[in-house]
């Protein structure tokens, strides 16, 4: 369910797709050797080839980031479009940055109201 302030945040707040070195080795995650050596020749001259993707939502100095290591991509073009995990990280930032600033919404009233 997408409530009104998600929805805010989704078109206000400043998202980031950054690709961060991934320190674990492609073998770890590829049974195939042809497809360990093609990561690695494609690593080469290409950081999305091999890499750890944070998703990063962020309102107000206030920020909520998702990881997902052991990627593979042409480029972060390509992890959008590719409709594998884009979207659900960016549901889970959206969601627990909406959380965070509800709670803190709620901490600061109950400091601001006259008794």
Known sequence: MTTK???FLREHATIEILCE??????KDCFDDARDVAKVLEKAE???WA????????TFEGISECEYLGGCSYDSEKD???????????????????????????????TLTTNE
């Open 45 to 47: 001259s290409n950081e």
């Open 21 to 26: 070195p991934e320190h674990m080795h492609p």
């Open 79 to 109: 992890f959008v479009a590719s409709g594998d995990y884009y979207e659900d990280m960016l549901h889970v930032c959206l969601a627990t940055l909406e959380k965070r600033l509800v709670k803190l919404h709620e901490t600061l009233s």
């Open 5 to 7: 302030l998600n929805a």
């Open 50 to 57: 091999w890499c750890c993707i944070r998703v990063k939502v």
